[in-house]
């Protein structure tokens, strides 16, 4: 993976799954903690474990270093109070993670989040390419960084083990243009719709990439629509909100503070020719390749 994609996945990712320092359970009953991070071994949803998969799930939980209100790093039992407890309230799970705060005690700090991030991404990696000459991700190293993004996107969405056979045969043939109508998934709605739009709009980038002989190690990104600027704004560390192609207050305002810290007109239009430029700009500085700029 390109070191591209690790430094961008955060970014990309937050806005989606949101940070969360306690445990809860998803929408789908599976206790999680972190930037959508799993730490649940019960293979049915919305269900209780069985033995073993209650076990199997405590040596994830155990990953973390989870620390207590103290600050001192909790034992193992007192992880096991916590887990149990989450998981106990499967009733809860349609409430969202705030609803779980009540009966947890333990909790992460940010740097924990990040570095368990990336040891789940890279443990999805392996998994997802490291299947033999024969995958259709086999030659994963070598794809346009927008590919790789919006692959793994899909893995931290679905698990690294997802079967698309179409999208497979696809992303083996590099047409991204192909891979981008097979990476759609349900249900459509909330951020998954978010991120159905992100990873398809990064699988026709990637095409982009490869058409122009463009470098395939930096992530190429779109300015010429509020969905592309909302994108250079959170890689920028503005905050336009979801990435969702809206151009509400929350891109107006975002785009708005970009200007003012740019020495710029403060008109909050995301379509300003000026602002865009200087997105280009700064985005180029940053490492990316910009596309979309007159």
């Not at 600050?71 to 499967?90: F, I, R």
């Not at 079967?163 to 097979?182: C, L, Y």
């Not at 990476?183 to 058409?211: M, Q, W, Y």
């Amino acid at each position: 993976m390109y070191q591209s994609v690790r430094d961008y996945w955060i970014t990309f990712n937050d806005p989606l799954e949101g940070r969360v320092n306690f445990m809860y359970l998803d929408q789908k009953g599976w206790v999680s903690t972190g930037i959508g991070n799993k730490i649940d071994a019960t293979k049915n949803a919305n269900t209780a474990p069985t033995p073993d998969e209650r076990s199997k799930s405590l040596v994830m939980a155990r990953e973390l270093k989870w620390l207590t209100k103290t600050n001192d790093v909790a034992t193992a039992d007192q992880v096991a109070v916590d887990w149990d407890a989450v998981k106990a309230h499967l009733e809860l799970a349609p409430q969202g993670h705030l609803a779980f705060k009540p009966f947890t005690f333990l909790h992460l700090d940010n740097s924990e989040i990040d570095r368990h991030v990336f040891v789940v991404l890279d443990r999805m990696e392996t998994t997802r390419i490291g299947t033999g000459a024969s995958s259709p991700f086999a030659d994963f190293e070598e794809w346009p960084a927008n590919a790789q993004l919006a692959t793994m996107s899909m893995c931290w969405a679905l698990g690294a083990a997802f079967k698309f056979p179409n999208f497979e045969g696809f992303v083996k043939d590099r047409n991204w243009t192909g891979a981008a109508e097979e990476c759609h998934f349900t249900p459509d709605i909330g951020t998954i719709k978010i991120r159905n739009k992100l990873d398809r709009s990064h699988f026709l980038l990637a095409a982009a990439v490869e058409d122009g002989s463009l470098p395939p190690e930096k992530i190429a990104m779109d300015l010429s629509d509020v969905f592309g600027v909302q994108g250079a704004l959170l890689a920028l560390n503005f905050r336009p909100g979801p990435q969702d192609g809206v151009d509400g207050p929350l891109t107006q305002r975002a785009v708005t503070a970009f200007q003012a810290a740019s020495g710029l007109d403060v008109n909050g239009r995301f379509d300003d020719p000026d602002t865009v430029s200087a997105l280009g700009d700064a985005l180029t500085v940053g490492g990316f390749t910009v596309l979309g700029v007159p």
